[in-house]
Structure formats: C-alpha cells, structure tokens
C-alpha cells in the first residue's frame, strides 16, 4: 500500500490503514520513518481529538479504569482509542502487551481502537513514537483519545507534553509511597482520580481525596486553568460511579481552556518540544551510526573504566572530536 491510499483509508476511518500506520510510526528502520513523517505530512493536522494522558501507580486499577470510563464514552457515541504503553524488560526487550485482555469488553465495543505499544528504553513509560499514534488517531475520526502510561515518577511527566488533560489516579489509602513524586506529578495533573472507591475502601477513598483537594490547594496557581482546577475526585471503575461526573470536569476544563486561548497555545507548544525532542533522538541515532564515533566512544569508555578520564573529562574529549569533525 503506498501513502497516498494508506492515509486515504486512514481519513475514511479504516481500522486497518490505522493498526498499519502506527506500526510503520513505530518502526525505528530508516525507510520506515522517511515513510511515517510522508503519511503525517499528507494527513495534516486539521482534526482534532481530545487526548487524554492517564498515570498512577501498578494496582491502581488503570485499565479496569479506561475500560469503564472509555465504555461510557463509547455509550454518548464517541469514537475512543487507547494507547497503552506496556513496560519492555530491560534484559530481553520484550513486552507482554496484555492490556487487551484486561479490557475485554473495550476491545469488542465496535467504536473502540486499542492499540498497545512497548515503551522500549524511552524514560517514563511513554513510547517515541506515541504522540505520532495519536495524531493517526484524531485523523481516522476517533473523538477521544486515551494514553495510558505504565508507573508513576518524575519522568511519567512526559505523557503531559503529548496530552490535553493529565490525569492523575490514586488508590485509596496510599500511604507514602506517593510522596517522593508527589509534588512534581501533581504539579502537571489536572484531575486527581481516587479509583476503588466503593465497598470496604470508600471512606478510605474520600478521606484521600479529600487530603488530595487540600494539598492542591496549596499549589501555585497556573494561567491555564479556570476557578476550582486542578481538583481531586472518588470515582469506581468497578461499580462504575463518579465516570459521568469526572467526564463533565473534564469538559468543562477543556471548553474554558478552549475559550480563554490555552488549548491552542499548548498545542503549539506541544508542537515545539517534540520537534527538538526529534532533533535530539536524530543526533544520537547518528551518533550511533557512524563507526568513527563508535570507535571512539567505546575507546574513551575503556579509559574511563580503567580510571584514566573521569567521566566528565571523556565526554569533554568526544564532543570536541564531534564538533572538529563538524567542522571539517
């Protein structure tokens, strides 16, 4: 299929042309990327979905989460797809990819895309190639589209550079496991999500929210949202309550935010970093590429295990070899 009629089928919503094209996004090989960025450019970036950044903690119930909340959706008669980044083995490279089968009654909604990604070595959880997913996303007519990260930390905050709205799920009772991320996760959600609130949790559930709504109260304000955001709220995937609710803060966030300028701005902005952020990975994959800086990585590398360079003084020497070879 050449690009021409791949982004052809895509735009008519060809779940097909979608599941190909985000392969060909996800692929690292040369022709495949001089490829992908051709089918992007003929897409454009005239449709616009909703993207929806979901993070928290392993057990916090965030499939059981997206399968509930994307059904409902689903139910208005939106279009929902699901990027879910699955964690790759650090000495295999391998991923399980299983998020499917947690969201068995998702994956046979008609209306519904699931499509899960290993995250490969990329920091956070959240694959190189995610952004450009849900680009393809938006351009086969999906409403919403959910990203769903493995983990919680520091570095899961790269999900928000690629989203509209962070949201933020917390299991009752959590204890301090949050705390060391707390405040730098916090800082970029927009909705605090306390999931399993019901049964013997519930009241666990609203005594954290409720810790949750003060400590946001603390945080500085930001531009971009409206009177009473970011705010914390009890929800159940489970017994399905409190999805509707969380649904129309969502909406009203994104409609003020749409309004008032914000939601275009940080699209662009969006738009900025992940282009330095290309620049970037295509310095390092030339890095790799060329067999004279190999080389010489790997003979400044057994200088420092042998303690002849400190690590400082080694990467001092290889980028000046690499700004001399510039040069020349």
Not at 5 to 23: F, K, P, V
Not at 235 to 254: H, K
Request: with cysteine; glycine share 10%; charged share 25%.
């Amino acid at each position: 299929m050449d690009i021409t009629e791949l982004a052809g089928r895509l735009a008519q919503g060809d779940r097909r042309a979608l599941a190909r094209a985000i392969t060909l996004v996800e692929s690292g090989r040369p022709d495949h990327r001089a490829a992908a960025a051709a089918l992007l450019d003929a897409l454009g970036g005239g449709r616009q979905a909703l993207r929806i950044g979901l993070s928290g903690t392993p057990g916090v119930g965030k499939s059981s989460f997206i399968e509930a909340f994307g059904t409902m959706l689903t139910g208005q008669g939106l279009k929902v797809a699901v990027l879910a980044v699955d964690p790759s083995s650090s000495r295999s490279g391998g991923s399980i990819l299983g998020d499917k089968t947690r969201m068995e009654r998702l994956s046979r909604d008609p209306l519904a895309f699931i499509r899960p990604s290993p995250s490969q070595t990329h920091l956070g959880g959240v694959a190189r190639r995610t952004r450009e997913a849900a680009a393809l996303c938006e351009a086969a007519g999906f409403d919403v589209v959910l990203i769903e990260t493995v983990g919680v930390g520091q570095s899961e905050t790269l999900v928000a550079e690629m989203a509209d709205l962070f949201i933020l799920l917390l299991a009752p009772a959590g204890g301090d496991e949050l705390q060391g991320v707390k405040r730098g996760i916090m800082e970029m959600a927009d909705l605090i999500l306390v999931n399993k609130a019901d049964g013997e949790l519930k009241s666990a559930a609203r005594r954290t929210c409720a810790d949750y709504a003060g400590a946001l109260r603390l945080m500085r304000k930001r531009a971009r949202d409206p009177e009473g955001f970011p705010k914390a709220m009890c929800v159940s995937a489970m017994e399905e309550e409190g999805l509707e609710a969380a649904w129309d803060e969502m909406q009203v966030l994104v409609e003020w935010r749409r309004l008032h300028g914000h939601f275009d701005r940080r699209r662009a902005e969006q738009a900025r970093h992940w282009f330095e952020e290309e620049v970037q990975q295509g310095l390092l994959a030339r890095l790799t590429a060329d067999p004279a800086a190999r080389a010489r990585m790997a003979e400044l590398g057994r200088a420092v295990e042998e303690g002849s360079a400190t690590p400082a003084k080694a990467a001092e020497a290889m980028l000046a070899a690499l700004a001399g070879r510039a040069e020349d």
